[in-house]
Structures are given as C-alpha cells and as structure tokens.
C-alpha cells in the first residue's frame, strides 16, 4: 500500500480525472439497470408482485394477459388440483378515464380482495368497497390520489380512490384495483350486451409445502385450455419484456466492458510508464506479489471512488427524475455493479501484472538516469 | 570474516556465433568491512559482475556466495528476498522511485525488507542526517540535484542495513568535486557501518578512497589498479 498510496497522492489528477471517467460510466450501469428495472416494474409489476403464487392464463395467449380469455367455470376446475389452496378471478380491463378533469388511460383490475391476488399490502389508506379503487401509488404523479374521482368513459362510472398499493402497476399505465364483483359491474356498463363476462387470469394460492412452478404445470396439464405460470415466468413471459431485458442487457453490458477496458488499459499504460520504477523496486527486493499488490490496491481505490461518484451522480438523477416515472437508488444495486465493475476490473489488471512480472531487475543496473 | 566469495564466475550472454563473452572465470574474495574499487574500461564486464554478485544476473558458469549464503543456489524468489535484507544496490542512473520523496525512497525499504519499520524510520532519519540530506527530505528526486539524487541512492542502499554494498559508477554523472564528495561519503558510510562494499568505477582518482582495487578486462580479473 506505501507505493500506491503516494503514488495516488502525487499524481491526484490523473488518477482523480480516471476516478471520474470510471464514475461516470459506473453512473451510466447504474441508470441504465435503474431505468430498466423501472421501466419493466411499470410494465409487469402487478404481476411480478402479484399476491398470488400461480397465475393462470388461456393456454393460446402466450402469456399475454390481454389476450387472455378465460371461461369463469376455470376457477372451479383450477381449485381441484392437488396442491391449490384458493383460488380467485382476475379480470383485467384497459380504459381510458378522467381523473382530475385529465383524461389518461387506465388498467383496471378486479380481485377478490380477501384471496389470491388481492391489492396486498395497502401502503396508505384502505381497501376499496362499492364505488372504490385503490390505485398503484405511482400514479399519484399522473393526478391518482387519494379522494380524487375517476370517471371512465364513455359509461361515466365513477370511482373514488381510497388507498394505494406498492409496485403494482401495469402496462406502464395507471393501474386501479377494485372487487371482482364491481369490476363485473364495470365491465357490463362499458360493454353493455356482451354474452359473457371472461376472466382475465385465475389468482392461485398454493399449499406451503408446494412449489409455484410445479403446481403451475400441474394446472397446466389438468384443466384444458389453460397454462398456470409462476410469477417470475408470468412476468418474464409477458410479450416485450425479453426485448426490453434483451436490448437494455445488451446495452448494459457493453457499458460493463468499456469500463473495465479503460481501467485496464489505463494501469497496463501507467504500468508501461512506470516500469523503470518497477524495475529499480525489483531490483532492491521487491517481490512481484508487493508490486502487483500496489496495483491491485490502486484499482480498488479507484473503482471505489468512481463507484461513490456513480452513486452521487445516480441519487441526483433519481432527485430530479419525473414524478410520473420515479427512479429510485437500489442499495443492492449498486453494490452488485461495484463488486462487478471491481472484479473485471481487477481481472484486467493481471495485464499490468504480467508486465511487472516479466520486468528484468538486471535492467536496473544498466540504466540511464 | 569473508563477507563474499565468486567462485570461477563465467558469464556469456546469448549463444552459438552470437556468444558474447562478458565474464570469463572471475574469482574473487571480500572480507567484512572492505571496500574494494573494481577498475575497468567501458564493456569491461564491471556492471556484469556486479549484476552477478548481487542476484541481478545469473552466472553461466561458477558460484557466488554472500557471507555464510551460497546466493547462486537460491530460487529467484529467494534471491529478491536476499537483495532485500542482505545487498544494498547503488545504481550508474540514480534510480530513484520519482513519485516517492527523499525520504520515501529510503522508507519503501520498510515494506520490501524484513527489518521492522521502526528500524528503517531510525536509520532513514539518521541516513538523511549523515548524508546532508535532512532538509530535503520531503522533495521529489526532480527537485532535487545529481548530487543530492545520488546521496538519496547511498541512503536507499544502506537503510535496510545490508551485509554488502554495490555501487555502480558513482560518479558517472557528477562532476568531479562532487564525485570525489559522494564516493568519500560513500567511503565514510561504509566503513562505519563496517560494512563490506564494492565500487564499480572508471576513474583511477576515486580508488585512493577505497581498501583494494581490482582491475577488470574484457571480462576478466587481475589484481591492482595496474
């Protein structure tokens, strides 16, 4: 640590200016995994954090929820299954609505608001009764607070928001839950004379003993016409959401690469300049270990405080995002991209260690001033 | 008590047409606090055997032994780790570590020796002071002059207080005045230290400051100054 920490010290630009590149693009990982991560829990939060254990959808919609059509009579087939404790109707409908004298759209869920798939928790106010929603608490932004009325059209059904729930919005849009019972209402009045009323997806508790995967194939293979999914592969499945894992993935990574390109390029570079260093250090007794040591050390130093500036930078982002699309710093997150971004980037700096290595302490005694 | 032997040392470097010769059947013996000047012309082989006797180098041929360690016999690991504790170096280029202060320059030896760090600081203090280098202690080797940079090398070489010193062309870059003043510096440290040194030198003038001199050609060893 004695070399590397003066060595810091003496050249505080040029490694500060480094700290500050590297700060920036571990600021660019964080945003980009912060923006995606936001961004898919806009689109699949309320089935990611659905209170149920296994959703059901139509076997042909190709687990998109809106396309899904099921027969109520499921719920009661879906409740035989071995390894299913309750089971409930979702029904899932989007509109297009005013709030606050804004017209904006709408997702519209009904639950049983006691069994699975219920709003579960309440984060502030209660559980909606007849005339009431609780709304995803994200779109407070969009004007959906509590005491305002939302007014769907074209039928002029009115709803009052009396609480909010956590992370549980859909289709990026604002997303309203109330009694399944109600939403049938809903439903009836915005499609006056349709023959049926389907449900949307079947909400599933399974016994604790069970695995929501393995009861979802069991569904699946026991009532026609139906496929039951875990939450994770329900939300993963959910057409468009591997696009936009893939493409941010794609991004991500190589933002990933370049940092840990410039901080091993940029000690193999510092190595290259030092070397007459090194050799003079080897030459007196160093050992490779307690130079590669100081290098090692320098690197950790560095991404640690890119990573701090990352952060710093990340927590202005998330202050000054937009209300209606809120970023939010991830502790674990970020901790995940330093200790990534730390190891490749120690990883990368094996090349300078190599250099070290195969410096010739000989050359010492053959120098020039 | 003999502080060095080299024992039929042969150095060639490269091989076939190409062989070149540096060392050719070197033998030599140093006792505890001698200071011998090794004299020679340009490609002479001095910086060679030099670079042998202190580990830098490994003979083709013969052995080279260091108070009671047989040094040719070592691993090189152990033979950086022997550099560290038991040979001081003092380089022909000064060599100094450049983002490192005076001061810093003879303290590295703290985390590269085995001598605990308060021995060093002691002895780095005490270095600067002898060496009249205590007021510039805390500049960098740029700020600092040819004689002063190569004082800040005797100091690094002797801080870890080695069994043996090896200097090569002390004053190769210093003018005279001062060349005389650091090898007699040089001389005065050694000696108190009782320490056993060797100095590799082109110049005839600085051999009176010396015990023996031992004259080098073409890569072999021939007693006095000649």
Request: hydrophobic share 45%.
């Amino acid at each position: 640590m004695f070399i590397a920490l003066r060595d810091l010290w003496r050249s505080k630009l040029r490694f500060s200016l480094l700290a500050g590149a590297v700060g920036l693009l571990i600021f660019l990982l964080l945003f980009l995994n912060t923006l995606s991560a936001t961004l898919l829990g806009f689109f699949i939060g309320a089935i990611e954090n659905n209170s149920a254990d296994v959703l059901v959808y139509e076997d042909t919609a190709r687990r998109n929820l809106q396309a899904s059509r099921i027969d109520p009579s499921v719920v009661g087939e879906v409740l035989t299954v071995p390894g299913v404790v309750a089971a409930a109707p979702i029904g899932e409908l989007t509109l297009t609505a005013t709030v606050d004298t804004e017209l904006t759209d709408l997702s519209l869920w009904g639950v049983d608001l006691t069994g699975p798939g219920r709003p579960d928790p309440i984060v502030q106010g209660r559980l909606p009764g007849p005339g009431e929603v609780v709304v995803d608490e994200s779109a407070t932004a969009e004007g959906f607070e509590i005491g305002e009325t939302i007014t769907l059209i074209p039928s002029g059904t009115e709803l009052e928001i009396v609480g909010y729930v956590q992370d549980r919005r859909y289709a990026v849009v604002a997303t309203a839950y109330l009694d399944f019972t109600r939403w049938v209402d809903v439903f009836e009045q915005e499609f006056p004379g349709s023959p049926i009323i389907p449900l949307s997806l079947v909400a599933v508790e399974i016994a604790s003993d069970e695995e929501a995967a393995v009861v979802g194939d069991r569904i699946t293979a026991m009532v026609a016409g139906v496929e039951g999914l875990d939450r994770v592969s329900a939300a993963s499945g959910t057409p468009g959401v591997d696009s936009i894992s893939q493409s941010f993935t794609l991004i991500v990574g190589i933002t990933f690469g370049i940092v840990v390109l410039v901080v091993g390029f940029f000690f193999l570079i510092l190595t290259v300049q030092k070397l007459r260093s090194f050799v003079t250090l080897r030459a007196v007794g160093a050992s490779t270990g307690y130079l590669a040591g100081s290098l090692i050390a320098q690197i950790i130093i560095l991404v640690l405080l890119g990573s701090v500036f990352g952060t710093l930078l990340l927590m202005g982002a998330t202050l000054g995002s937009n209300p209606a699309f809120p970023l939010s710093v991830d502790v674990r997150l970020v901790l995940t991209v330093t200790v990534a971004v730390l190891v490749f980037s120690v990883l990368s700096g094996l090349l300078s260690v190599r250099r070290i290595a195969r410096a010739d302490p000989a050359e010492a005694a053959q120098g020039t001033r | 008590m003999t502080a060095l032997t080299v024992n039929d040392v042969t150095k060639v470097y490269g091989s076939g047409h190409t062989a070149v010769r540096a060392l050719c059947h070197a033998d030599l013996e140093l006792s505890d606090n001698e200071f011998l000047a090794l004299l020679g012309p340009s490609g002479s082989g001095k910086t060679t055997l030099l670079s042998v006797i202190g580990g830098l180098l490994s003979p083709t041929e013969g052995s080279v032994t260091i108070g009671d360690t047989a040094l040719t016999e070592l691993s090189k690991k152990e033979q950086t780790r022997f550099r560290a504790n038991r040979v001081g170096f003092v380089f022909q280029g000064f060599n100094l570590v450049p983002f490192l202060t005076a001061r810093e320059n003879l303290t590295v030896m703290a985390s590269i020796s085995d001598a605990p760090r308060s021995e060093i600081e002691d002895r780095t203090d005490q270095l600067l002071e002898e060496l009249g280098l205590a007021d510039r202690h805390d500049n960098l080797p740029e700020e600092l002059s040819g004689g002063e940079r190569q004082r800040v090398a005797i100091g690094r070489a002797l801080v870890s207080d080695p069994d043996l010193i090896l200097v090569d062309e002390p004053t190769a870059s210093l003018d005279t005045e001062l060349g005389t003043q650091v090898v007699q510096l040089l001389a005065s440290e050694i000696k108190s230290r009782g320490k056993a040194g060797i100095m590799v030198t082109h110049d005839l003038r600085m051999v009176e400051y010396t015990d023996r001199t031992v004259r080098i050609l073409d890569g072999e060893l021939l007693d006095g100054p000649g």
